[in-house]
């Protein structure tokens, strides 16, 4: 019988994970889904016929009557506190926990022991791609844990909210957590590096359509390894992020950093999309 499934978390990333299982998936029906703003699972659940998905108003109710827990929440104290909240559920033993928030390693250890300790499978399962990628079902998941759990979870992976995934069956969970932050940093390091060409595309003159030509016809290709480096680079991107939060608050992505660059060199923050600029040259 197909597993039933509880999702928690209906943040960006989550919406467009969710979206695709309960699309895609073979599980039982409604996936039960709970987000601490409950008007976003309302919203969530409002785009799939009634019985595909049945909002919990606890994470108690939806982990007693789940097989599988997906999680992905803001950070690490909100992940752990989560994690309380489903151990103290009642009986948990025998269900899988695939917990795929960006958090430090360490915490991604003493999670999964905490689990471990009361019978529950966990899966580390960090994303790589932005919630655009989530939507359409095209992000990279790296699974950590051992070989059975990894394998259940994958399921919901390629094909499902993935295009690919990183398999480390049988590897310390810890692992799955340092490739996504190592992975960041070359993320950060190439908005970086985009940002600042396509400004100088658009002040020199060249304009920013032949770059997005060029970028489009390179990628993806081979990426620098910058094991055991200082890494310059990242610590300009970071500025750049402090500043990304100065002026557009915690709403700031990473994305952002062209805003910043283009500020720096007497843009206006916000760019004008390729298309309005056609439209103007053609008017
Ligand atoms: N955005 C990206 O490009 C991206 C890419 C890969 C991985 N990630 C990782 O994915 C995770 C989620 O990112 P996101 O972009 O989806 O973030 P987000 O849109 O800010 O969503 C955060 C989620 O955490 C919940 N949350 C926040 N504080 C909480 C609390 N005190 N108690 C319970 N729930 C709480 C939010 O609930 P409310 O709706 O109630 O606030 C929401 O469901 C993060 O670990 C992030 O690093 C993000």
Redesign the pocket.
Same mark, same amino acid.
């Given at each position: 019988m197909a597993p039933t499934l509880f999702w928690? %978390?209906? %943040?960006?990333? %989550?919406?467009g994970m969710c979206k695709n299982i309960v699309e895609k998936a073979d599980v039982a029906q409604p996936v039960l889904v709970y987000?601490?703003?409950k008007q976003?699972s309302v919203d969530f659940s409002k785009q799939f016929p009634a019985e595909k998905t049945e909002i919990v108003d606890s994470i108690a109710a939806g982990v007693a009557r789940a097989d599988i827990i997906f999680m992905?929440?803001?950070?690490d104290? *909100?992940?752990e506190?989560?994690a309380d909240e489903i151990l103290k559920a009642g009986d948990v033993s025998g269900k899988l926990i695939v917990e795929?928030?960006? *958090?430090h390693p360490d915490t991604t250890v003493r999670v999964a022991k905490a689990f471990w300790d009361r019978g529950v499978e966990f899966v580390a399962a960090?994303?790589? %791609?932005?919630?655009a990628m989530?939507e359409i079902g095209q992000?990279v998941g790296v699974l950590a844990g051992p070989k059975d759990s990894v394998q259940k979870a994958s399921r919901y992976f390629k094909g499902v909210m993935a295009k690919g995934e990183i398999d480390m069956s049988d590897e310390p969970y810890e692992k799955a957590l340092t490739l996504?932050l190592v992975g960041n940093t070359f993320i950060l390091n190439m908005v970086e590096q985009l940002s600042e060409a396509l400004v100088l595309a658009e002040k020199s003159g060249l304009g920013t359509q032949y770059l997005h030509e060029l970028v489009g016809s390179m990628f993806p290709g081979p990426l620098a390894k910058a094991c055991g480096v200082r890494m310059r680079n990242l610590e300009v991107a970071d500025a750049h992020l402090d500043q990304v939060v100065e002026h557009q608050g915690?709403k700031g992505?990473?994305a952002s950093i062209y805003g910043t660059v283009r500020a720096q060199a007497g843009l206006k923050y916000e760019n004008e999309p390729e298309e309005n600029k056609s439209k103007a040259k053609a008017q």
């Open positions: 928690i %978390g209906l %943040g960006n990333m %989550g919406r987000n601490r703003t976003k992905i929440l803001a950070k104290d *909100i992940v506190a989560v795929c928030s960006t *958090i960090p994303v790589f %791609g932005a919630p989530a992000l996504k915690e992505d990473i």
